[in-house]
DNA sequence: CGGCGGGGCA
């Protein structure tokens, strides 16, 4: 049996307080001039630096007979001591004492205890403050800890100094890593280590955790067909990836409108015998929603309730949306009670939704009512409060008041981003103002925001009602130019605009052109150009139109039909015959 | 592990 330091034992029998300790006074009696073992002295340390929480100054570096110098002695207080960060203390006060020198098992030990305790800044400490270099093994599960505890970056470090040291880490380690890369939304370190994975052949070893995973970062850099494709792979694979992943991915079609895809995802799920969860239900619900099937979607949330399943503030807070997408505010009124009464809380996302759902029937008293309530509570004003509360005040024709928000957001320092800009384009549009309109879009591109369709679209519709049809063509390249996609309904505008000003043929031009992308314009817009085509005496071009019309299904407003015939018949009887005549065999 | 909010032709 190692001998124990008996310097200690003086010493309890000198503190007093030490002492008082029942434990204490025994040894005292008994073991004043015996030897005792380890686990004996180690007991009585522990709880003297347990109880004490000034013992740093009671255990004086007047005794410098102290002898823990013994790597048995600190291993075995460590696994006395539950609290791993005490023995941390002790650690560093042996060492500045009493010329203790940590030898490496004690500092094994303790390494892997404060590993083990998740005390990442008190494992960071210990490494920076002693030479004690771990074994790999160590340092795969410091990895894994520094990950949980968010400390990405610390953890790359380890994980490059396992690869200086020519060590490739077990696939659980990487797994923790891409983890908490995902939990601090470093996307960026995910490729990064997929691509060190790689090189060091452990993607061989890639797991469904892995993979669900790895789907997870392509959602969060809305690359989600990518995430997709990753999933069919595993699948066909004979790999299922946890819910998770599935979950993920459903949402992020949801937000890309790809209501297809979550069909999919769902079958899969089944298929697969995936038990759906929170998130999946909260996903179904969101997706039902989205799709205009709100009435499902509720029916969906009240089963999960009547089989006893309690939604969360998140499914609460998706089904409030869908029924304010409804209009149906009084029943989201009622789930946003009873989602207090069970105790949750609304957050922001609960209220940006029920602002914005009062918003759009025009009730914003209650609106902002919510808004300070949401205020009081802590929450910070956000772009997205704001927008909610502009995007009401815009459909109201209330622009000016969601103008001086516009101005209020800049002084508060709130960023304001495209939807920002879009929502009082629009609306500003709406009402005719079209000068503050292009000021607007011209300081959206100044601020270096990336303009949408919809940024354009309003103010291509606005610029050919007024006539100015030159300047809406203008931005009409602009916006093929940098690669947008009109979106439907702008060839329209500008047909009818040159329309207005008499210019049939370019009319015809962007008829044509419509067609060629197989684009289908709208039914008034056709009888406008078939009345202008009419008018400049373009009877071919009228028939085309006419025909493609028919074809479609539309019909040709009277008036307008009146004048086509009148024209045709002062011109050639016999060629109208002809032509209608085609036409109607056509139909 | 994660999900929920603001826009968008008629």
Not at 433 to 450: D, P
Not at 508 to 528: A, C, H, R, V, Y
Not at 574 to 580: K, S
């Amino acid at each position: 049996m190692a001998r124990a330091p008996s310097s200690i034992l003086i010493f309890l029998r000198q503190n007093p307080r030490a002492r008082q300790n029942p434990n204490t006074q025994i040894r005292y009696h008994t073991t004043e001039t015996k030897e005792c073992d380890f686990t004996e002295v180690a007991q009585q340390i522990c709880k003297i630096i347990r109880t004490k929480p000034r013992w740093e100054q009671t255990l004086p570096s007047e005794y410098p007979s102290f002898n823990f110098s013994d790597p048995q002695f600190f291993t075995e207080l460590l696994k006395l001591q539950k609290n791993v960060l005490l023995s941390l203390r002790f650690f560093f006060w042996l060492r500045s004492h009493n010329g203790f020198s940590p030898d490496p098992i004690s500092c094994k030990a303790l390494f892997s205890a404060l590993v083990e305790a998740k005390a990442c800044n008190a494992a960071k400490s210990f490494l920076e403050h002693t030479s004690f270099s771990p074994e790999p093994a160590s340092l795969e599960s410091y990895i894994q800890c520094l990950c949980e505890g968010g400390y990405i970056q610390d953890a790359i470090d380890v994980f490059y100094r396992l690869k200086e040291a020519g060590v490739c880490p077990a696939i659980m380690t990487w797994n923790a890593a891409l983890s908490g890369c995902l939990k601090v939304r470093r996307t960026d370190i995910i490729w990064k280590l997929y691509q060190e994975m790689i090189e060091c052949g452990v993607v061989a070893d890639v797991d469904v955790e892995t993979v669900g995973y790895l789907i997870q970062a392509f959602c969060a850099d809305n690359r989600v067909s990518e995430g997709y494709e990753l999933l069919r792979q595993v699948l066909v694979n004979g790999l299922v990836p946890e819910n998770a992943a599935f979950n993920t991915l459903i949402s992020g079609f949801c937000k890309e409108k790809q209501y297809t895809r979550v069909s999919e995802l769902l079958h899969t799920m089944i298929a697969k015998n995936c038990v759906p969860d929170n998130y999946t239900y909260q996903g179904v619900i969101n997706w039902l929603c989205k799709k205009g099937k709100g009435l499902e979607g509720l029916r969906v949330f009240n089963d999960l309730k009547d089989r006893g399943y309690a939604p969360d503030i998140a499914m609460y807070t998706t089904m409030i949306h869908g029924l304010c997408t409804m209009g149906w505010l009084g029943e989201a009124r009622k789930l946003w009670f009873e989602m207090i009464e069970k105790g949750y809380h609304p957050n922001e996302y609960t209220y940006n939704t029920m602002i914005h759902g009062f918003c759009k029937i025009d009730n914003f008293e209650e609106a902002k009512t919510l808004y300070k309530e949401m205020c009081n509570k802590g929450y910070k004003e956000t772009t997205v409060s704001y927008n909610a509360m502009m995007t009401g005040l815009c459909l109201h024709g209330r622009t000016d008041e969601a103008y001086r928000l516009f101005q209020e957001m800049h002084q508060k320092g709130i960023v304001r981003d495209l939807i920002t800009y879009n929502t009082v384009i629009q609306g500003f549009c709406k009402e005719g103002k079209i000068v503050e309109s292009m000021n607007l879009f011209r300081e959206l591109l100044a601020q270096g925001l990336q303009p949408s369709a919809y940024s354009y679209t309003p103010l291509i519709e606005k610029l050919c009602q007024v006539g100015a049809v030159q300047e809406a063509k203008g931005l009409w390249n602009d916006m093929k130019n940098i690669g947008l996609e009109p979106i439907v309904g702008t060839h329209d505008y500008i047909i009818i605009g040159l329309c207005d000003q008499g210019d049939a043929a370019e009319g015809m031009e962007w008829f044509i052109e419509m067609l060629n992308s197989k684009l289908k314009p709208k039914q008034d817009t056709l009888g406008i150009l078939v009345e202008c085509l009419t008018q400049r005496d373009r009877l071919d071009d009228s028939l085309l139109v006419l025909e493609f019309m028919f074809r479609t299904g539309y019909a040709l407003e009277k008036g307008i039909c009146h004048s086509l015939v009148n024209k045709l018949c002062w011109e050639d009887n016999h060629f109208v015959e002809n032509c209608l005549g085609e036409i109607l065999e056509g139909k």
